[in-house]
């Protein structure tokens, strides 16, 4: 909510037509977003008579009420933004921790188009000192590197004592969309299943702490989010020509995900599931369980509760049902 001051310590003006309504009284274009779905409310301009009926008792909640605003939904986004600034110092403290002890982190981000990989990551990276953090979203295949072994290029991202690296998609593009696609052969396919276990193995010997999410969204949920992308010019770039195929292609998806997760969890490197359908929720519960499942100096003082919501974040288990 904002307050237009200069309105009303201007003096009367002149009276204008009836067909003109005060300016107090306009219902900006503005658009505020609400409980982190991407779905939106209007704001507005108060008053004298608003300001005055919120010094009085039940005023603010009559006055959301004549304003069309939804009070949980305000409150959830202040909470929200209460409990990501102070995960986020959790987070600052964690990486401090990888930076003095040498650790090697690796946190991945897996899930259908829209899933909101990329939202997720910048958050956690937004108050990260970028020297010892790193970002990693590989663009598709050279020439070169096709004719490599597959996990490859992938090794040369790996994090350096003392960084930590998070990927938007990872060696996991081989395990669902590269065989939905066509982007690779089957023998391709079968191999890649087979060797990264082994792959991840180890990285786990060699001391490489990873975390693979795997975010999971309705097909309907994703349909809206394209939709969004597409009305919205500062987002269109997200759009590619695989995003166009993904509704079409959703039970291929599907099955590719369900044999990802069967010969690819393991002890050492589970899965962790993440019910992504709201945005922000999602956000905090993924930077949660990475602080609560990693140790840290100072974890002990933390100001929030690390542990993740099992409805929201939880292990992968093959009696397990999912989102998409």
Aim: hydrophobic letters at 30%.
């Amino acid at each position: 909510m904002s307050t237009d001051i200069n309105a009303e310590t201007k003096k009367p003006e002149t009276k204008k037509p009836e067909t003109q309504k005060p300016e107090a009284q306009k219902i900006e274009t503005k658009k505020i977003e609400k409980a982190g779905n991407g779905k939106s409310s209007p704001s507005f301009k108060l008053s004298t008579k608003d300001l005055k009926l919120i010094n009085t008792p039940g005023g603010i909640k009559r006055l959301l009420k004549d304003k069309n605003q939804n009070l949980d939904h305000i409150l959830f986004n202040l909470n929200y933004e209460k409990e990501m600034q102070e995960l986020q110092v959790e987070l600052v403290k964690l990486q401090r921790d990888v930076q003095v002890n040498d650790r090697r982190i690796a946190v991945i981000f897996e899930g259908r188009d829209a899933a909101g990989k990329g939202g997720n990551i910048r958050r956690f990276i937004e108050h990260l000192n970028p020297r010892t953090q790193r970002v990693v979203a590989l663009n598709k295949p050279t020439e070169v590197e096709k004719g490599q072994w597959y996990f490859q290029r992938y090794v040369n991202t790996l994090p350096n004592p003392g960084e930590i690296t998070f990927y938007d998609r990872s060696w996991y593009n081989r395990a669902v969309v590269e065989p939905v696609m066509g982007f690779c052969t089957k023998s391709q396919y079968k191999t890649f299943l087979m060797q990264v276990p082994e792959f991840e193995h180890m990285l786990y010997e060699d001391g490489v702490e990873i975390i693979k999410f795997w975010l999971s969204i309705s097909k309907e949920e994703q349909k809206r989010r394209f939709d969004s992308r597409k009305d919205d010019p500062l987002k269109q770039w997200k759009l590619s020509p695989i995003d166009e195929k993904a509704q079409e292609h959703w039970n291929e998806y599907t099955k590719y995900k369900k044999e990802m997760f069967s010969r690819t969890h393991t002890s050492y490197s589970p899965w962790i599931i993440i019910e992504a359908n709201n945005k922000k929720k999602a956000r905090l519960e993924t930077m949660r369980f990475v602080l609560n499942h990693l140790n840290y100096e100072g974890k002990e003082q933390s100001k929030i509760s690390l542990l993740p919501d099992p409805e929201i974040a939880r292990r992968f288990h093959r009696s397990g049902v999912s989102t998409d």
